[in-house]
């Protein structure tokens, strides 16, 4: 089985039931793998649940993963009244995943500690791919990830992510006090970037799209152009220029971040008074556009 057939969304209900729990148990073990080996023996609490129970960890001696499940044990039950049991489903099964993997599985695995920004790294990526895989089969690791969605829920005009760092930095700043130094504070910010963005490479791949906006009178040329040097289709769009009141037909083309530059010196060479807008996009879906070269 390929895996473009893998992740197919049409797949029968139980093929693709059985998927989700696969990935979800997979991505819980690299998250787990994460805190064994890097986050929590170098004393980072990178936010969530998984922070405070690196904190408590290193205060009382209680196991990551016992001290997950109950954390997360009053916030299931509110997930579940408020969200409803489709969602929890998997977020219960992650977080049981995790506490499993971290408490027993792992427990022989050797720990890295000869180098901080090292186990940074390595703890950030593993821990965002983790987390990345759990979220493509939508799902979540559960704690703080139900909570920060229940509060932008309660505050809408907030954004999910302004959520999600205000309650991280509570985390870390409460990290500094507990290990009575700024270092490890200042690591766990480190690793949550770069966990942030290995998620967002696992959720949107490495391939960036740009969508630029093109408006020329010389939109025919530019359009044929873009069609036989780029293999890239365009759409015009009607236009006017608010203070000329003239028409100023838009193209709007999608490329690959590595198509960009050419795209911009064929307008260049077509239409030097050309004005061009160019916006990242983190995923663009259609026929064609995968497969153009």
Request: glycine share 8%.
């Amino acid at each position: 089985m390929g895996i473009k057939r893998l992740f197919s969304t049409n797949q029968k209900p139980a093929v693709r039931w059985t998927i989700d729990i696969i990935c979800t148990i997979f991505g819980s073990f690299l998250f787990a793998l994460s805190t064994h080996m890097f986050s929590a023996p170098n004393h980072f609490a990178p936010g969530g649940v998984t922070g405070i129970s690196t904190i408590i960890n290193f205060l009382t001696g209680i196991p990551i993963g016992t001290m997950t499940i109950i954390i997360n044990v009053p916030i299931v039950i509110l997930g579940v009244w408020k969200i409803g049991w489709h969602y929890m489903l998997r977020s219960i099964i992650s977080i049981l995943a995790y506490s499993i993997s971290i408490d027993f599985v792992l427990v022989n695995v050797p720990v890295y500690t000869n180098d901080k920004m090292i186990a940074c790294i390595f703890g950030g990526v593993l821990m965002g791919c983790g987390v990345g895989i759990v979220m493509s089969r939508g799902g979540s690791t559960g704690g703080m990830d139900i909570i920060n969605k229940l509060i932008q829920r309660r505050f809408p005009h907030l954004k999910l992510g302004q959520v999600t760092f205000s309650t991280d930095m509570v985390i870390v700043a409460t990290s500094a006090v507990a290990f009575g130094s700024l270092e490890p504070a200042l690591y766990s910010l480190v690793c949550l970037f770069i966990s942030a963005t290995a998620l967002d490479t696992v959720l949107y791949g490495f391939n960036k799209c740009k969508a630029l906006y093109i408006v020329s009178q010389k939109h025919e040329e530019l359009c044929h152009r873009i069609h036989s040097e780029m293999n890239r289709g365009a759409t015009v769009l009607r236009s006017y220029g608010s203070y000329t009141n003239e028409e100023r037909p838009t193209i709007m083309v999608a490329v690959k971040q590595t198509e960009y530059y050419k795209l911009r010196k064929i307008v260049q060479q077509t239409d030097p008074n050309a004005f061009i807008i160019m916006t990242s996009a983190s995923e663009i879906v259609g026929e064609g556009f995968a497969t153009g070269k």
